[in-house]
């Protein structure tokens, strides 16, 4: 009898563990879903495969009879652009303001506190400021993504430049670098695989922004939908989208991830 | 020709003196080794004439001209740690400070500068026994071949001074011995002077044309902040008349085996069990009889 710390699964057995919680919960979903519609027919809370299979046919592969758009593909299309430019826009700031900030102890002392204090104002107590400043359309909802993300990742910057041991700021400048050369050659290459991880874990922050804003105004999206057809209890159509949403959170970490490798080849060695 | 001239220099932080009265010359082509206890000040020393540090009082001065406020190329140095780039091959990372130096705006050399730059390089590379692994990261080598790294790194923008913080410290023996041998070898070919700080005795005699030792001059007990260290003593060198210290010191590439068969021999008086020249399987059951 081992302590329960020193039981290690073996690769087979790591993956059939992993998958049992995945198989359970179905598993716990359609006996309950069964249970229920045997009991009423017209159940709206737990819909069986059959309706989830007819509500996705028809709002991914039947073209909408009122706008001849595939509803699920534009949903998933805006949704995403969204993402994509307000991940890009606070990566750049990220990059622009953060490393500066880390490197130039004038621009610390200057910026420090108050990223530190910005970053700590609630996104969505904002959003009605940007309703108001931006309308109501595309712009708003980038910048609360750009307001929620940007000051963590600098910040986040910042302090990863920080850390760059001194030595090696010494070495570079004993190497006759200039303080923009150690910006490009000695800062930025050592923080990108912090900014690579950071985005990762920020991508649940960025659905939550994305979502919340489209709830609230808009006219197209992953989260408009879900929250449209809320007042019609379709659970058929909900539980699907909200599926699908956390497949592409679950990809653009992936990829993430790969691209770290590609680009930072010395920080995944050994 | 670079003559150092450290003049009158003091240093304290908050007010508690670190460093007093400090002075010396250096010559040209001098192999100077710093000693003394941790936190004798050894490495302010170093740091000041890096400029990493600027000094409270005093001047540093090298061929007469005081020396520029902040770290430039014509010192260069070598850490105990984190003195190379990890993110960069061994070859990239020899290739920077001429790259720098060279490229203002992009910090990179392409073409024809490039390649020229690149033949320099790996000759360097050879001198130092790294060329094999020109493309290589850093963390896949060994710490010595990190160090013989950031001196390649260091010595490709010519300095007149190289400037080494216990660059040895973290090394095992044998490495040691053949990063000294290495140190010897480029110190003669290049004939820049060395100032090298260190706390192990038989390496700066046995490498230094001058060795000089910081601490303490007086103590209060009442107040060990009160004072700071100087130069207690400065020894001048003459390397043709060293004494060898052991024969078979002067052989390269000593294994850590050797070092060890070398020591059990000079024990051997005092070995309970098993022979002083066992063969490595005897060695193997020597060594858990003596533990048991």
Known sequence: MRRAINYVPDRHSGLILAILPFVFLMGIYLVGSDARLSANPDDKLMPGLRAFFDAINHLAFTENRRTGE?????DT????????????????????????????PYLNRLFGPFMAAFSLIPPLAVLPILFIIFGLGELSKIVLIIFGVAPFLIRDMAMATLAIPKEQIVKAQTLSASSWQILIHVVFPQVLPRLFDSLRLMLGATWLFLIAAEAIASEGGLGYRIFLVRRYLAM??????????????????????????AMCLWHHIR | MTEIAIKNVFKEYNGNPILERVNVTLPDHEFCLILGSSGAGKSTLLRMLLSQETPSRGEILIDGEPIDIEPQADRGVVFQRYS??????????????????ESRFFGRLFGGRKAKLRDRAMELLEQVGLSDAADKYPVQLSGGMQQRLAIAQALIMEPKVL?????????????????????????NANKMTIVMVTHDIQEAFTLGTR????????????????????????LRLDPARKAPLDPSDSEENQSMEDIFLKWAGRMDHAIVEGAPHPTTTEAASVSAKEVA
């Open chain 1, 70 to 74: 595939y509803v699920f593909w534009t």
């Open chain 1, 77 to 104: 299309l805006i949704s995403l652009q969204r993402i994509f430019i307000g991940l890009s826009i606070s990566t750049v700031l990220a990059i622009a303001i953060g490393l500066p900030i880390g490197l130039l």
């Open chain 1, 236 to 261: 058929d159509v909900i539980l699907p989208y909200v599926a699908w949403i956390t497949l592409l959170a679950f990809l653009m970490d992936y990829f993430l991830m790969l691209g770290s490798r």
């Open chain 2, 84 to 101: 190379v780039f990890p993110h960069k091959t061994v070859l990239d990372n020899v290739l920077a400070g001429p790259s720098f130096r």
């Open chain 2, 163 to 187: 400037l080494l913080d216990e660059p040895f410290g973290a090394l095992d023996q044998s490495t040691k011995k053949s990063m000294h041998k290495l140190i010897l070898d480029l110190w």
């Open chain 2, 211 to 234: 060795v000089l030792m910081v601490d303490k001059l007086r103590r209060d007990p009442q107040a060990p902040e009160a004072y700071g260290s100087t130069i207690v003593h400065d």
